[in-house]
């Protein structure tokens, strides 16, 4: 007699994943048996039912019932024929996705029949929740562009209601003379904490897919914790105080470490290293930790172009009237560098805009910070450079933006770089559109750097929070995400 077993990979999927289901057929009988290869495209064995809410009164198909198109299954060739010896197994899988399409979020019950010689077995019902994409914390990894093309690594953390889903999915720029990126469906997975935040996608200084290992850092309470695409456990690393927030980008250089500066609320700045090799005796360690002059209001890392094995870190403080700028890098060979920092007096911090940093071939770093005047009625990008040395090099330049008939309400910088050299720097903000209250109906507005004013983007464009910007090659992008649209990029 023959048998079939399914099993769902997991039980837990977003609504735009593939759900994979193992099949096994089993002959149980004393004799050999001949059937149908059960993964062939023309066979009508087995037979799945689904129950859930796209199929509320249940759904039968199988994978003759996939080939939708008239005559298609006419056309398919008759399956082969294979033969199951007493106690052997018939092993393969099942896509749902490819069999029926997407799934509305909610828990299904699936299970199969089998029929061989006028009798039909019943494989025990398993069951599958699929959850819409609710992102809590999204993160983009990049590194040097080939041929100026964008291309990374998007990664967030989904709600749940007992846990976080970390997802991940990889971008490339396909188009750019018209601005067109294409994205590859997100996978999960780990699943995270409850409490997970901060996730992070390491940048590198070199092609970001030259590592075939993909790595993601977030923090759950005290932990650090860091997972390669290759692994089934996450790293993690317990500081002695609770993080405030975790430095983004992580950091990576070529088979080295990752490495996660944190800011912890003893106002300290830890720098955690995982290792990237696997070894069970090279466990994540706390390199170092250093005194912050300021308690920052926001950070951001950098690493210098390929070649400078430097790393980077400015912060922005607004505590009191003014603003302060600060920058510090570090080495392998030793600890952060003392900060140096320079004041803007007379002016506020604008929320929700991380500072952005740039480390120039010469090791020179670049730090812009978007402020408003004292009175609130204009905007300025200022951007404070420090030398090889690390001391300020001098007053900062100041770019006018204007004032603006809405209050900002987030945004971001992006410096377009290559091998340390600038190509263009984008500013993005979000602003209320026209006569709607402050908060909803967000207008997302572009620099146009030639003509010195904000253009307004369309209104479908929906940027995740905080703002995300992604360089390509004639264009950048904002990284966005609309519940029905999920995730999608669209050209400044």
Request: aromatic share 8%.
């Amino acid at each position: 007699m023959l048998t079939i077993r399914i099993a769902p990979e997991r039980e837990e999927y977003l609504d735009q994943e593939s759900i994979a289901l193992s099949v096994e057929i089993e002959n149980q009988g004393p004799e050999s048996v001949e059937v149908p290869e059960p993964a062939y495209g023309s066979n009508s064995q087995p037979v799945y039912e689904i129950t859930g809410p796209s199929f509320p009164e249940s759904r039968q198909f199988n994978n003759l019932s996939a080939a939708r198109e008239p005559g298609e299954a006419d056309s398919l060739a008759e399956p082969p024929i294979i033969k199951l010896a007493p106690g052997s197994k018939w092993s393969g899988g099942a896509l749902i996705g490819q069999l029926l399409g997407q799934l509305l979020p909610g828990e299904y019950s699936i299970r199969a029949a089998y029929s061989w010689q006028g009798k039909t077995t019943k494989s025990e019902e398993q069951r599958i929740r699929v959850k819409p994409v609710e992102p809590k914390s999204v993160h983009t990894g990049q590194g040097l562009r080939p041929l100026d093309r964008g291309e990374g690594r998007v990664v967030f953390l989904n709600r749940s209601e007992n846990s976080s889903s970390l997802v991940a999915f990889k971008f490339h720029e396909t188009r750019p003379d018209i601005g067109e990126i294409d994205a590859t469906s997100p996978i999960a997975q780990f699943t995270a904490g409850r409490e997970a935040t901060d996730v992070g996608s390491p940048w590198t200084n070199g092609s970001f897919f030259g590592d075939l290992v993909q790595w993601t850092t977030w923090r759950e309470g005290r932990d650090i914790k860091a997972i390669s695409d290759a692994s089934t456990a996450a790293l993690s690393l317990t500081l002695p105080a609770d993080p405030v927030f975790l430095v983004r980008p992580p950091l990576k250089l070529t088979d080295r470490p990752v490495e996660a500066l944190v800011v912890g609320s003893d106002q300290q700045l830890y720098l955690c290293s995982f290792p990237v090799d696997f070894d069970p005796k090279s466990p994540p360690k706390l390199v170092w930790h250093s005194r912050l002059p300021a308690q920052p209001a926001a950070a951001v890392a950098a690493l210098a172009p390929h070649g400078n094995d430097s790393r980077h870190i400015a912060f922005v403080t607004a505590n009191g009237p003014g603003v302060g700028i600060f920058h510090s890098s570090y080495r392998d060979s030793g600890s952060l560098a003392p900060f140096q920092s320079v004041r803007l007096p007379d002016v506020h911090l604008v929320a929700n805009i991380s500072p952005a940093l740039m480390v120039d071939s010469s090791g020179a770093a670049h730090v812009t910070v978007i402020v408003n005047s004292k009175d609130g009625k204009s905007y300025s990008a200022v951007e404070a450079q420090f030398k090889n040395s690390g001391a300020s090099a001098g007053e900062p330049g100041v770019l006018s933006l204007g004032p603006l008939d809405q209050p900002v309400e987030g945004g971001a910088v992006l410096y377009v770089e290559k091998a340390g050299k600038l190509q263009r720097r984008e500013i993005a903000i979000l602003t209320p559109g026209q006569g709607r209250s402050a908060g909803a109906g967000l207008i997302l507005r572009r620099w146009m750097a030639a003509s010195g004013t904000w253009k307004a983007l369309a209104p479908h464009i929906t940027p995740v929070d905080p703002v995300i910007l992604v360089p390509g090659e004639n264009f950048s992008y904002v990284l966005c995400f609309a519940p029905g649209q999920d995730f999608f990029f669209e050209p400044l």
